[in-house]
């Protein structure tokens, strides 16, 4: 599926302007999205339910996917799908937040301080941009219904958002115990800067079919990496870093 650039370029925009000082909220979304269960077997068909959305998700656009589709090849009913869903809105909106909740807890158990020990800064760059690449390949298919979403004036694309602005927090913060700058807001600036770039070059690929760097390129990773890198020894010629 190919996306204008207009409406890609309003997207990847808003991906991640600034580090959030507080946590980030969620937008205002129904309350509504999925019923609760209360047996397990309940539970575990909503798993398949969601489990099968995504998988689907990877080889085709949401609006191409029925509610029919879905509960057959997850082995049930249209009707238990809905009565673990309210619809297929609801449906989408719930995995979408099931996605950004396991990447933010994903982030938070494997990028950890510990996990940087030893690491020099250019090293712990590629690992962050490595992970980034990472979530971006794991999720494509929603991602890309999100985005699509979004561009017919949904806000599913929030969600997504706040997981990148989340993730990039958790980068930066990773980054600049690495860097040797002083000025760590300028520090800080910089890398939201080279983040948000390689950001809408992720997001770009996936929204449209190029051979620039695809998201399974084996150079990717250093490409990426190097572009944060510059990114954060840049200054500006009336503005240098001390």
């Known amino acids: ?13 808003a991906i991640a302007p600034a580090t959030p000082s507080q946590p980030v909220q969620t937008s205002g979304r129904s309350a509504v999205r999925a019923f609760p269960t209360k047996q397990l077997r309940a539970e575990l068909t909503r798993e398949k339910l969601l489990h099968t959305g995504k998988t689907l998700l990877d080889t085709g656009g949401f609006d191409d996917i029925s509610i029919a589709q879905i509960a057959a090849a997850s082995g049930c009913s249209v009707g238990a799908f809905y009565m673990r869903f309210k619809n297929k809105k609801a449906y989408f909106e719930f995995l979408l937040d099931r996605v950004v909740d396991e990447v933010r807890q994903e982030a938070e158990h494997t990028l950890t301080p510990a996990r940087t020990t030893g690491l020099t800064l250019e090293r712990t760059i590629q690992l962050c941009v490595d992970h980034h690449i990472k979530v971006i390949r794991s999720h494509e298919g929603v991602i890309r219904a999100a985005l699509a979403y979004s561009i017919n004036g949904s806000d599913d694309w929030q ?3 706040d ?15 690495k860097s040797r700058i002083r000025d760590k807001t300028a520090a800080r600036n910089n890398l939201l800067v080279g983040l948000n770039i390689i950001t ?15 998201l399974h390129h084996p150079d990717l990773s250093f490409w990426l990496s190097s572009i944060v890198l510059h990114c954060l020894r840049s200054k500006p010629a009336d503005a240098a870093l001390p």
């Open 163 to 177: 997981a990148g602005i989340g993730l990039n927090a958790h980068y930066i913060g990773l980054i600049l115990r």
């Open 200 to 214: 809408g070059h992720l997001i770009n690929i996936i929204a449209h079919e190029t051979e620039v760097m695809p």
């Open 159 to 161: 969600p997504i958002r």
């Open 1 to 13: 599926m190919n996306l204008n650039s207009h409406s890609l370029s309003a997207v990847t925009d």
